[in-house]
């Protein structure tokens, strides 16, 4: 079955420590897979995803197949970092299929 | 212009009523999606048109939910007979177009109560 595990629905780190935001993931096929962010009374946006391999905001997120996961990290974290993040999969039928999300808050 | 819009913002109605929700997709995305966010959940797919057909109905709950994009543009989604399980966010997306590389751009929602 297709799913998307987000262990954790709380993350909370102070302002400059770095950030690693767990997915993992379970798909028969080749993968594409895509962070959304949710900042307070926002709409849900794409961050990145992972074929373009590219960093937004200071976020990086590289897809290990080999542990079926696809970790979001940054270094230093920023306090309007403060969000909901999902891990999405979008699988063959073009449909994305979310994990349950990570409440990130950064402390000053 | 402006990107995708979802009316109404709210919606309380009452057990057994039938409630429509309207999503008018960014002009000229031929791809539209339907998810469900039910409270401490991540979005839950439901129906998934390219152009005017769904493509893919298979997230719809029962046969209370139906979906319609009669012109390719605005999509409604229709449920009948509401109880209060059907209390959620409703999300519309739409995309260029399907495949990889797509970039599939949410509204705000509509906000569901059934009392």
């Known amino acids: 079955a297709q799913r998307v595990t987000q262990p954790e629905k709380l993350l909370s780190v102070f302002k400059g420590a770095p950030v690693e935001l767990k997915c993992n993931y379970s798909?028969?096929?080749?993968?594409?897979l895509f962070w959304y962010v949710q900042y307070s009374r926002q709409r849900l946006q794409l961050l990145l995803r992972?074929?373009s391999r590219e960093s937004i905001k200071g976020f990086t997120a590289d897809l290990n197949k080999g542990e079926t996961s696809f970790h979001l990290k940054k270094p230093f974290a920023q306090e309007e970092d403060s969000a909901m993040y999902y891990c999405?999969?979008?699988?063959?039928?073009?449909?994305?299929?979310f994990g349950t999300g990570t409440r990130l808050q950064v402390f000053p | 212009g402006a990107g995708v819009s979802q009316t109404p913002s709210n919606k309380v109605t009452e057990k057994g009523k039938y409630v429509e929700l309207r999503c008018d997709p960014i002009?000229?995305?031929?791809?539209l999606y339907w998810y469900r966010q039910s409270l401490g959940q991540g979005p839950e797919f439901l129906i998934y048109?390219?152009?005017?057909?769904?493509?893919?109905d298979s997230g719809l709950p029962n046969d209370r939910f139906f979906a319609v994009r009669p012109e390719g543009s605005v999509s409604t989604l229709k449920i009948q007979r509401t109880e209060r399980g059907d209390s959620a966010v409703y999300l519309c997306a739409s995309s260029l177009g399907w495949g990889e590389n797509t970039e599939a751009f949410f509204g705000q929602g509509t906000r569901l109560t059934v009392v």
């Open positions: 048109f390219q152009g005017t057909g769904a493509a893919d």
């Open positions: 002009s000229g995305h031929t791809a």
């Open positions: 798909y028969s096929g080749s993968p594409e």
């Open positions: 992972h074929i």
């Open positions: 999405a999969l979008k699988d063959n039928t073009d449909k994305l299929i």
